[in-house]
């Protein structure tokens, strides 16, 4: 029953999923744009809100090339509500606040994509020149210094300490890596990331980028845009797929800072999130969690209450309950290890597809009605329980 | 003989830019302290430095020096050349500090070969004097 002044996802779109794709950052973006607007049987004149994260990023186009303000203009939208910024959250909290306008009546269609470029950017480097800065800015001046320049490194202080203290083992961790690997082979828009099977002893052998990940527990850059279109519950007769309802999201953080803290803001967010609803992680089909690097899933397990914290890891067992056919299937797109670092809003498309039963070769079974999606790591945090009810 | 590229050098470490708040922190080793922004007011300790203490709001807040020893809360062992002729691998850990409690730096352990170096291991600061930046470096205690 659609509940009246409840957002609900009722398109969602993506472009092909590349490395190096010459198709311009504005053509991918509108090849996900037409592909949510042609699912939802929408047209551009019923579009009233644009949402996305983080918005234009102009000294960082490729992280970032496109802002709310070219969607409105080169759709002719005409906005009644939009937002496109950092200071949110985490990355699906562009799509939690759309929500929150739909239900405070600011908007009855709301476009929210996210578009990267990370990979064509850095190939073509006189059309994306990268940014060479004198000095480390912000936050990361306490931890560039010691070149603990990527995130990998500061995700990599919370997963050794899983190892040291609660006995996380290589080949436990293994585990996202090969669950993302077997679902990405059967995602057709995942053949520009993962191409072959992955085995435990390649994985066991790669390069380490820094303990305890080695190059298959970091999400690699790529190029695509993925959309999600959110409708009000008075407009779902404009509408022709299956509504998602948005039931509940969170974002909470209570240290600003990758490296103060002794949990990451997901332990803040996960509790938040259930505070909100009456659905319990029991009622949940599918999760599609965060994983930029490897570790993230296992604490977005622990941070939801799917399992103790600390015991993400056995939690998992040995991949069988993470699987397609297993109890609580995880990323069954290949997330981002296995289908490209979408940033996100990959997480909540595979969401809402197998939702709605779309999922094809890869839908798992069960009838889902319950999915938790999830974004961030480190101080960013948030998470979207989306149901069909 | 074979031609062989030289190895470029060593990077240096990337800079912050010092400001009226983070200077004592950045520039103390020149003294061979390790200063931390602590409150006058409600004796709590706030990092990184800010102009209020986080705890109780108070302006009342200066750099103060601590022991600059410390335990490893967690590390990291480093593989991976984030930039060209950075030498790997390399430890980088998280210090929680003596006489500043709740505050850790994330930082590098140096000195030791990377697989002596563990959790919940003593380590006490050495500075690395750069272009008027002492980074507080960790190194294990004796």
């Given at each position: 029953?659609?509940l009246?002044?409840?957002?609900y996802?009722?398109g969602?779109?993506?472009?092909?999923?590349?490395?190096?794709?010459?198709?311009?950052?504005?053509?991918?973006?509108m090849?996900?744009?037409?592909?949510?607007?042609a699912?939802?049987?929408?047209t551009?004149?019923?579009?009233?809100?644009?949402?996305t994260?983080?918005?234009?990023?102009?000294?960082f186009?490729?992280?970032?090339?496109?802002?709310?303000?070219?969607?409105i203009?080169?759709?002719?939208?005409?906005?009644?509500w939009?937002?496109?910024g950092?200071?949110?959250?985490a990355?699906l909290s562009a799509?939690?606040?759309?929500a929150?306008?739909?239900?405070?009546?600011?908007?009855?269609?709301?476009?929210c994509?996210?578009?990267?470029?990370?990979?064509?950017a850095?190939?073509?480097?006189?059309?994306f020149?990268?940014?060479r800065?004198?000095?480390?800015?912000?936050?990361?001046?306490?931890?560039?210094?010691?070149?603990?320049?990527?995130a990998?490194c500061?995700?990599a202080?919370?997963?050794?300490?899983?190892m040291?203290?609660?006995g996380?083992?290589?080949?436990?961790?293994a585990q996202?890596?090969l669950?993302?690997n077997?679902n990405a082979?059967d995602?057709?828009n995942a053949r520009?990331i993962?191409?072959?099977p992955?085995?435990?002893?390649?994985?066991?052998?790669?390069?380490?980028i820094?303990t305890?990940?080695?190059?298959?527990?970091?999400d690699?850059?790529?190029?695509a845009?993925?959309?999600?279109?959110?409708s009000?519950g008075d407009a779902?007769?404009?509408?022709?797929t299956t509504?998602?309802?948005?039931?509940?999201?969170?974002?909470?953080?209570?240290?600003?800072?990758?490296?103060?803290?002794?949990?990451?803001?997901?332990?803040?967010?996960g509790?938040?999130?259930?505070a909100?609803?009456?659905?319990?992680?029991k009622?949940v089909?599918?999760?599609q969690?965060?994983d930029?690097?490897?570790f993230?899933?296992?604490?977005?397990?622990?941070a939801?209450?799917f399992?103790?914290?600390?015991?993400?890891?056995e939690?998992?067992?040995?991949?069988?309950?993470?699987?397609r056919?297993?109890?609580l299937?995880?990323?069954?797109a290949?997330?981002?290890?296995?289908?490209?670092r979408?940033?996100g809003?990959?997480?909540a498309y595979?969401?809402?597809?197998?939702?709605?039963g779309?999922?094809?070769?890869?839908?798992?079974?069960?009838?889902?009605?319950?999915a938790?999606?999830?974004?961030?790591?480190g101080?960013?945090a948030?998470?979207?329980?989306?149901?069909?009810? | 003989?074979t031609?062989?590229?030289?190895?470029p050098?060593?990077?240096?470490?990337?800079r912050?830019?010092?400001?009226?708040?983070n200077?004592?922190?950045?520039?103390g080793?020149?003294e061979g302290?390790?200063?931390?922004?602590?409150?006058?007011?409600?004796?709590e300790?706030?990092?990184?430095p800010?102009?209020f203490?986080?705890h109780?709001?108070s302006?009342n807040?200066?750099p103060?020096?601590?022991?600059?020893?410390?335990v490893?809360?967690?590390?990291?062992?480093n593989?991976q050349?984030w930039?060209p002729?950075?030498?790997?691998?390399?430890?980088i850990?998280?210090?929680?500090?003596d006489?500043?409690?709740?505050?850790?730096?994330?930082t590098?352990?140096?000195?030791?070969?990377v697989?002596?170096?563990?959790?919940?291991?003593?380590?006490r600061?050495?500075?690395?004097?750069?272009?008027?930046?002492?980074?507080?470096?960790?190194?294990?205690?004796?």
């Amino acid at each position: 029953m659609a509940l009246k002044h409840e957002a609900y996802i009722t398109g969602i779109g993506q472009s092909e999923v590349g490395v190096r794709l010459a198709r311009s950052p504005m053509g991918i973006t509108m090849d996900a744009i037409k592909a949510a607007m042609a699912d939802a049987g929408l047209t551009f004149d019923q579009i009233d809100g644009v949402a996305t994260y983080p918005g234009r990023m102009a000294g960082f186009l490729g992280f970032s090339p496109i802002g709310v303000d070219e969607v409105i203009e080169t759709c002719g939208i005409k906005a009644r509500w939009h937002m496109g910024g950092g200071e949110i959250p985490a990355q699906l909290s562009a799509i939690a606040e759309a929500a929150d306008a739909i239900r405070n009546g600011h908007a009855r269609h709301v476009i929210c994509f996210r578009t990267v470029y990370e990979a064509a950017a850095m190939s073509r480097p006189e059309e994306f020149p990268p940014v060479r800065r004198e000095f480390v800015e912000g936050s990361s001046q306490w931890t560039a210094p010691y070149f603990a320049i990527s995130a990998a490194c500061w995700v990599a202080h919370y997963a050794m300490r899983q190892m040291k203290r609660n006995g996380m083992t290589r080949e436990q961790l293994a585990q996202i890596a090969l669950n993302a690997n077997r679902n990405a082979l059967d995602n057709p828009n995942a053949r520009a990331i993962t191409k072959k099977p992955l085995t435990l002893d390649e994985y066991m052998e790669a390069r380490l980028i820094t303990t305890p990940f080695c190059l298959y527990d970091c999400d690699r850059f790529s190029d695509a845009s993925t959309v999600l279109i959110l409708s009000a519950g008075d407009a779902l007769d404009e509408v022709k797929t299956t509504p998602i309802r948005v039931a509940a999201s969170a974002g909470s953080v209570h240290r600003y800072s990758w490296d103060q803290p002794d949990y990451m803001a997901s332990y803040a967010t996960g509790p938040d999130l259930w505070a909100q609803t009456d659905y319990k992680p029991k009622d949940v089909g599918t999760v599609q969690f965060y994983d930029g690097f490897a570790f993230f899933p296992i604490s977005w397990l622990e941070a939801l209450g799917f399992c103790d914290i600390g015991a993400g890891h056995e939690f998992i067992d040995g991949g069988k309950r993470i699987a397609r056919d297993g109890d609580l299937p995880l990323n069954t797109a290949g997330g981002q290890l296995g289908a490209g670092r979408l940033h996100g809003f990959g997480f909540a498309y595979e969401a809402a597809l197998q939702l709605r039963g779309d999922a094809g070769e890869r839908q798992i079974p069960g009838d889902p009605k319950v999915a938790v999606a999830t974004s961030g790591g480190g101080p960013l945090a948030a998470a979207l329980l989306l149901a069909r009810d | 003989m074979t031609e062989t590229k030289a190895a470029p050098p060593p990077p240096k470490r990337p800079r912050p830019r010092l400001d009226a708040i983070n200077r004592p922190f950045w520039t103390g080793g020149a003294e061979g302290k390790l200063y931390i922004t602590h409150c006058g007011d409600c004796g709590e300790w706030t990092h990184p430095p800010r102009e209020f203490c986080r705890h109780c709001q108070s302006e009342n807040v200066a750099p103060e020096a601590v022991p600059g020893t410390g335990v490893i809360d967690t590390l990291t062992v480093n593989h991976q050349p984030w930039m060209p002729g950075l030498p790997v691998p390399f430890v980088i850990a998280r210090v929680k500090l003596d006489g500043a409690p709740g505050v850790i730096l994330t930082t590098n352990v140096v000195g030791s070969p990377v697989d002596e170096v563990d959790f919940d291991d003593r380590v006490r600061v050495t500075f690395e004097e750069q272009d008027g930046i002492w980074f507080p470096l960790f190194e294990k205690e004796a």
